[in-house]
């Protein structure tokens, strides 16, 4: 059965920074780009970061250096650190797991929270 776990979130200062993760289960998580997305409430999801089964990693404009995507391909483990985070970084956020010519897989989600 393949899943896609996201953990992490939750309720954090402004400019206070926060991790979240997604594991991968049921698939070969090494071969797969792996996306963070985020939603806000009653908007269609919007692309944050993506890192390639090599590593490499590029960003939406807004992250303005502010978000690090990363993974461990041996954990089956993919991380969104994101510093200096703002009110308006408040939203859904959501992994993704995709290949060319392949299958594409979500999580359920975990809600982050930017508010004093």
């Known amino acids: 059965q393949v899943q896609l776990v996201e953990s992490g979130g939750g309720l954090v200062e402004p400019g206070k920074s926060l991790t979240i993760s997604c594991v991968g289960s049921g698939f070969t998580f090494s071969q797969y780009v792996i996306d963070w997305y985020r939603q806000f409430p009653g908007k269609g999801r919007e692309f944050v970061a993506s890192?390639?089964?090599?590593?490499?990693?590029n960003y939406a404009e807004f992250v303005e250096g502010r978000f690090t995507i990363s993974r461990d391909n041996a954990r089956n483990l993919a991380y969104l650190q994101m510093n200096n985070l703002k009110p308006e970084d408040t939203a859904e956020y959501y992994c993704?797991?995709?290949?060319?010519?392949?299958?594409?897989?979500w999580g359920q989600g975990t809600q982050v929270t930017v508010s004093s």
């Open positions: 890192v390639n089964p090599f590593g490499n990693a």
């Open positions: 993704t797991a995709w290949k060319e010519l392949g299958d594409d897989y």
